[in-house]
């Protein structure tokens, strides 16, 4: 367990729908970031939250949104659905290395594999 | 341009043997970091190696380490005595910024693959 929860570890929607996918980060952390890897893909960064705050924004469509919560969980929407959204959705939360505070590395959750039919 | 470049879509490999998975990157951020990352079919991305841009010497972590060449720009991870379960995808990435305002960024990734 990296400490990072992902939930639906999987989830099946059709064509047209919206979706969420939430995200709790490792205790204390507080960054969050969102990728999407489609099939075959590498990672393609799609936003980041720094305490409730978006800080930077990747290849993010108009159709997603995301959001940053008090208790710093974090929720991706994905809306209008297309087939071309199925891909598997990671959070992260960056991490310090307290015996190397230049060290802040980030921790992945399992994913959120999303299917859309 | 890309920030990094990962040359090998995909590399086979002997049990046992060494292997060196290729990584350059592109930055004018004078403070950076590098990971590696390993993602294995069941798809979690699971953390290896960092180096630092200011650290003297070249990051270890078991069989891993990591062959830092700062004026080449390149950050080769190398996995010594290779095993089966070492086929995986693996992922360079690096961050660029200061804390809470950082990028990272990843290549296309290697899909290593560990022949018995």
């Known amino acids: 367990d990296s400490g990072v929860t992902q939930t639906p570890k999987h989830l099946i929607t059709a064509t047209g729908q919206r979706v969420t996918l939430r995200c709790s980060p490792r205790s204390g952390d507080l960054s969050v970031y969102w990728y999407q890897q489609s099939l075959d893909q590498g990672l393609q960064f799609l936003i980041q939250y720094y305490n409730g705050e978006e800080r930077a924004k990747g290849n993010i469509l108009e159709r997603f949104s995301a959001q940053q919560f008090p208790d710093l969980h974090s929720e991706l929407n994905l809306s209008s659905l297309e087939l071309g959204d199925s891909a598997l959705y990671f959070c992260?939360?960056?991490?310090?290395?307290?015996?190397?505070?230049?060290?802040?590395?980030?921790?992945f959750g399992s994913g959120t594999r999303l299917t859309v039919v | 341009a890309q920030k990094i470049t990962q040359t090998q879509p995909g590399m086979f490999v002997q049990e046992k043997e060494a292997v060196t998975l290729d990584c350059t990157y592109d930055?004018?951020?004078?403070?950076?970091?590098l990971f590696w990352y390993k993602q294995p079919s069941s798809g979690e991305m699971i953390f290896l190696i960092y180096q630092g841009s200011y650290d003297q010497q070249n990051a270890t972590e078991g069989r891993y380490s990591l062959n830092f060449q700062k004026a080449r720009k390149s950050a080769n991870l190398v996995i010594s005595a290779s095993q089966l379960g070492d086929s995986a995808m693996y992922f360079c990435?690096?961050?660029?910024?200061?804390?809470?305002?950082?990028?990272?960024?990843f290549g296309t990734g290697t899909r290593l693959t560990i022949i018995p």
């Open positions: 992260a939360s960056s991490v310090v290395d307290l015996s190397d505070p230049a060290n802040y590395g980030y921790t």
């Open positions: 930055t004018s951020d004078p403070s950076y970091g």
């Open positions: 990435a690096m961050r660029e910024g200061r804390r809470g305002n950082e990028k990272l960024t």
